[in-house]
């Protein structure tokens, strides 16, 4: 049933909005086959360079950045020594991409954006490389949809807080949309406000958390345009 009352709704970026761990999937494979080892197998490849991520994500935050120091490290904890000049060039090649690629919208996002902002209040908050994201954001012709729009180190409980007191929200009138468990549903609950998960298959694995199943303060959608069934 789609509710008539005027709501707040805010919006994930990356993987909600616009393709973007695709991207990262892909330059991530290519450098695990570039990089190899006699012992490791990809997987166990993989293993090291998540770990590594988790570690550069709290000191250093996301983006492509993030993940350009990741594989230098990795090259580093694999072959016991500081990646080359050589290899830093050939990482910076393997991820270009990331940094030229033009942005991709999700099936039915312009559309749906515009139907919902006739109705309720939009909003974006998104983590990452503040100039990173902002390029995105641009490329992808959304913005003036949005009320508002934040860019944030990081996404937790104490972020969703501080959100809802700076624009005056009410939680309880208020939605956070994403495909994150970790970043987008979760901190938002604590938080009291309400949540609607849209998995995305290529979610970045540190980003993964449990759902309570049980949590009617969720809203699980298969698809972004379904946002109009309910809203």
């Not at 983006?63 to 072959?79: E, H, K, N, Y």
């Not at 393997?94 to 919208?105: I, P």
Request: glycine letters at 4%.
């Amino acid at each position: 049933m789609r509710r008539d009352d005027h709501q707040t709704l805010v919006f994930d970026a990356d993987d909600t909005l616009w393709e973007n761990n695709v991207l990262f999937e892909r330059v991530i494979a290519d450098s695990l086959s570039w990089l190899r080892h006699p012992t490791l197998d990809q997987l166990q490849l993989r293993a090291v360079l998540d770990e590594i991520q988790a570690a550069n994500a709290v000191a250093h935050g996301y983006g492509s950045r993030m993940l350009l120091r990741s594989l230098a490290d990795c090259v580093q904890a694999l072959r016991g020594r500081p990646a080359t000049a050589g290899e830093r060039a050939e990482i910076e090649s393997l991820a270009a991409v990331l940094v030229d690629h033009r942005v991709e919208l999700i099936s039915d996002v312009p559309e749906t954006l515009a139907d919902l902002g006739s109705r309720h209040s939009l909003l974006m908050l998104t983590k990452g490389d503040p100039q990173e994201q902002r390029r995105k954001i641009d490329a992808s012709r959304l913005a003036h949809h949005f009320r508002a729009i934040e860019i944030v180190q990081e996404k937790d409980s104490r972020t969703y807080r501080d959100f809802l007191e700076t624009h005056a929200l009410a939680p309880a009138d208020s939605w956070m949309i994403g495909n994150s468990p970790k970043s987008d549903i979760l901190p938002a609950r604590q938080a009291g406000m309400g949540a609607v998960f849209i998995p995305h298959e290529h979610t970045w694995a540190l980003e993964h958390s449990e759902l309570d199943p049980a949590d009617g303060g969720v809203l699980h959608l298969r698809f972004f345009r379904e946002l109009l069934d309910h809203f």
